[in-house]
């Protein structure tokens, strides 16, 4: 039955755990994985933004350098061809000044020619033996004539390094000459090549048919076909960005923007993995504090609910106790009215018994005096036995007023108790069997002790039936010597009056303390206890509104302590 009760209050309080741990639980962590998501979304999202941004900056950036770079130089023509007359340009001497001026101007230029109306050139400047040379059915010079400038794809010269041509034509009349210089591409490919982004951020330029016109730096030489030809499509305006695979399957992020000048196509690219780099660290700090978020929640959950759950079955325990404590209460009541009936119905045959051994008395006296009395040892028997019923009556009466005080409190008087003044005096009748049997008799009290009301006899049997008891267990263990009594009178935490009684004697099994307050219960030889006086204690206690309790530990001692309420 016990082990049933246990049972389904473990299962209830199992029960009741799950549920406020999952609500200790679920309660905080729902926010917060709401919260870390939505940052983490916010956050992913503005990197993600972020990166682009930074390629559309880059890409725009270097397609300006480049354009500007391309619009000088077709600058530089255009001033030569205002400046100078066909024939100041056609004499040899004279184009070499003016190419002179030209590379200081800008140390790109390799050589510079001038063609006339048939496509021959007339006049060079440079390192090559080119003067003379028939241009008429060449690509570039077919351009140069129908769009009035021209600026070739990147091609490896005589000295297989990169160069590329820019031509104007220059109208003379009706006729048209062409001027043409050739530039190195090392000026311009390096603003180009030395874009750093990250690790792996790159930039290059490809041609419309996507050939290389710069070297790539993750693989791609120059005037190779890019192995991954993503962009070279159609024109486009502005810059466009991207994400594609490259050949061996490495995710890139592309920015890709057409030149305006010339079809060449500028492609600024970085790994994802690395453009994203900072986001791999955004998803590990995302997961830690999820993590920790998480165990920090979960733990708390479980100190919190192991708390509550501790608390709650504490408060449940007390309830029973104090149910447990009601039960004995009313059970004590119950025996004491009882015994009440009893030991009435017994007073009254007592007195008779007492009355009938007065006169057995008085009249073996009047006999004696008249000395009818025969000096036999059978009347010393006689009187003896006279003697022993007067005593065994007078127990017998005592027993019964005990019955009789334990259930009625007959004539009580309260009065306002000084508990601190009332426990010496009652001490010091004491005292002498204290001494006698080499017990130790201490008091301490706090001067602070509030007044109780109550009937001062009563407190005074009260006292005198704990210190006796106090007494008789420390003389049991430690015999002639040895024995300590103490007591205390002081307030507890709650502004009532408190009074100890502690002694170092035998104490009292787990099993009798139940029953020490039960009426006759005693472990005391026949004749020497009748298992009264802590019932009556408690009667007295009770009824006075305050409490009587005992902690116990066997071989050790007991303390017993009676709480009162303070006097209004
Ligand atoms: P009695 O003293 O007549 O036996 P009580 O009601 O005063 O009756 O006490 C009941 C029993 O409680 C005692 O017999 C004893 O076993 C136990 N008892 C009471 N006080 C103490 C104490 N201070 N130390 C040990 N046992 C005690």
Redesign the pocket.
């Known amino acids: 039955m016990g082990g049933e009760m246990t049972n389904k209050n473990e299962n209830h309080y199992r029960a009741l755990k799950n549920k406020i741990l999952a609500a200790m639980i679920v309660a905080p962590a729902i926010p917060f994985l709401l919260v870390v998501a939505v940052g983490f979304y916010y956050f992913t999202a503005s990197i993600e933004r972020e990166t682009f941004a930074r390629m559309v900056r880059i890409a725009e950036d270097h397609r300006q350098a480049i354009e500007m770079f391309l619009t000088e130089r077709r600058g530089d023509l255009t001033i030569i061809a205002n400046s100078f007359s066909i024939a100041q340009m056609n004499n040899p001497e004279e184009l070499r000044n003016i190419f002179d001026t030209l590379r200081q101007n800008s140390p790109a230029y390799t050589d510079l020619g001038l063609f006339n109306p048939e496509g021959v050139q007339t006049a060079y400047v440079g390192p090559y033996r080119l003067a003379g040379k028939q241009y008429k059915d060449a690509p570039w010079y077919k351009g140069v004539l129908g769009n009035g400038y021209y600026i070739s794809d990147v091609f490896l010269g005589y000295r297989k390094s990169p160069h590329f041509i820019i031509a104007i034509a220059i109208q003379d009349g009706d006729q048209i000459w062409v001027l043409r210089a050739t530039i190195d591409t090392v000026f311009f490919s390096d603003m180009v090549e030395k874009v750093r982004m990250g690790k792996t951020g790159e930039a290059y330029l490809v041609n419309a048919q996507g050939v290389f016109q710069t070297q790539r730096r993750s693989g791609g030489e120059l005037l190779r076909a890019d192995p991954e030809p993503i962009a070279h499509s159609e024109r486009f305006e502005g810059v466009r960005t991207f994400a594609a695979d490259d050949k061996s399957g490495d995710a890139y992020l592309y920015g890709a923007t057409w030149l305006s000048e010339k079809d060449w196509q500028l492609i600024v690219r970085q790994e994802k993995a690395d453009a994203f780099r900072d986001l791999r660290t955004a998803w590990l700090l995302a997961a830690l504090i999820l993590v920790l978020g998480v165990a920090g929640i979960v733990s708390m959950g479980f100190y919190l609910t192991g708390k509550i759950i501790a608390r709650l079955s504490r408060i449940d325990s007390e309830k029973s106790q104090l149910n447990q404590q009601l039960i004995v209460a009313s059970r004590l009541a119950e025996i004491g009215e009882m015994s009440a009936g009893f030991a009435h119905e017994i007073n009254n045959p007592l007195q008779i018994i007492r009355s009938e051994q007065t006169l057995i008395s008085v009249i073996l006296d009047d006999m004696r005096q008249a000395g009818t009395l025969p000096q036999t040892p059978d009347t010393a028997e006689l009187l003896d036995s006279v003697q022993q019923i007067k005593l065994q009556i007078d127990r017998c009466g005592n027993i019964t007023q005990s019955i009789l005080k334990f259930a009625r409190q007959k004539d009580v008087t309260p009065q306002e108790l000084s508990l601190s003044q009332l426990t010496p005096e009652i001490v010091a009748m004491v005292r002498k069997k204290a001494q006698v049997n080499g017990v130790e008799l201490a008091i301490s009290s706090d001067p602070a002790t509030p007044k109780v009301q109550g009937d001062a006899s009563q407190v005074q049997q009260v006292l005198l039936?704990l210190i006796?008891?106090?007494m008789?267990?420390a003389i049991a263990r430690h015999g002639a010597s040895g024995g300590r009594v103490e007591l205390r009178v002081g307030v507890d935490g709650e502004g009532q009056a408190r009074l100890s009684v502690s002694?170092n004697?035998?104490?009292?099994s787990e099993e009798?303390l139940r029953r020490?307050f039960t009426p006759f219960?005693?472990?005391?030889p026949v004749g020497q206890?009748?298992?009264?006086?802590?019932?009556v204690c408690f009667g007295i206690i009770d009824a006075m509104g305050g409490t009587i309790d005992v902690a116990?530990q066997v071989g050790q001692g007991?303390t017993?302590t009676i709480t009162l309420p303070a006097a209004a």
């Open positions: 039936n006796n008891n106090a008789d267990a002694d004697g035998v104490g009292i009798n020490i219960f005693t472990t005391k206890g009748t298992g009264l006086g802590l019932s116990s007991s017993f």
